[in-house]
């Protein structure tokens, strides 16, 4: 099955710098990597996702890469802000039949002001 | 008007009891998953269902059994409940269709057995 590998758990940054968070995969059949954030005491909401056919996706301050090839993408936001502070969750999975997400085991970001 | 939620919020209980977790989603979606999330924030899946029927079981104890009475409702039953079951649930619920694109999360419901 397929495993993702999710780094750094911890990342600190001051308000204003930039903040990436990389993971892995492990199946070359995953064409789907979406990105959660969740609040502390909240529920994992979806802030932006990728598919297999696209290089980079941005949203604002946020912007996702995918390297199909070394099977590797990244979660960029720039200008970070305190309320970006969160737990952030990479996945993978098939968006075929009915495989289910593969999540990283997540990146506690932390911005201080 | 909470698209997918999830009763109780909150659950402490003794080792040996049995407890059942409910959810409910009202956004029309085929496809309903339960989801355990440990003391270190890991997320993982344990249950899907699509339109009642089972698709997946990741290798859950059966003292856990998922009880799907219609799409809109899937419900998890705990027996005989151990230390280790103390997480986050989270029920959630994917649009209909081939693929699974996002998933939306219920707020979770925490479990502490003591």
């Known amino acids: 099955g397929e495993n993702v590998e999710q780094h750094p758990s911890t990342l600190s940054v001051q308000e204003g710098d930039s903040a990436v968070i990389k993971c892995t995969y492990s199946d070359s059949a995953s064409n789907y990597f979406p990105w959660y954030k969740q609040e502390l005491g909240k529920r994992p909401q979806l802030i932006i996702d990728i598919r297999s056919n696209v290089g980079e996706k941005k949203d604002q301050r946020i912007a996702v890469t995918l390297n199909k090839t070394a099977k590797h993408f990244s979660l960029h936001i720039t200008e970070t802000q305190p309320e970006d502070s969160a737990v952030y969750f990479c996945a993978a999975s098939l968006l075929s039949g009915y495989s289910t997400l593969t999540f990283g085991k997540g990146t506690m970001l932390l911005v201080s002001p | 008007d909470t698209a997918v939620s999830q009763t109780p919020k909150y659950l402490v209980t003794q080792m040996g009891n049995d407890k059942s977790i409910k959810c409910e989603q009202n956004l029309g979606h085929d496809t309903m998953y339960w989801y355990k999330q440990d003391s270190k924030k890991f997320l993982k899946i344990m249950f899907s269902?699509?339109?009642?029927?089972?698709?997946i079981n990741e290798t859950v104890p059966n003292r856990f059994s998922p009880k799907s009475p219609d799409k809109a409702h899937l419900n998890l039953h705990i027996n005989s409940l151990e230390l280790g079951d103390s997480a986050v649930y989270f029920c959630?619920?994917?649009?209909?269709?081939?693929?699974?694109?996002?998933?939306?999360f219920g707020e979770g419901s925490r479990l502490t057995v003591l």
């Open positions: 959630a619920s994917s649009p209909p269709g081939q693929y699974t694109g996002e998933l939306f």
């Open positions: 269902y699509n339109n009642k029927e089972l698709i």
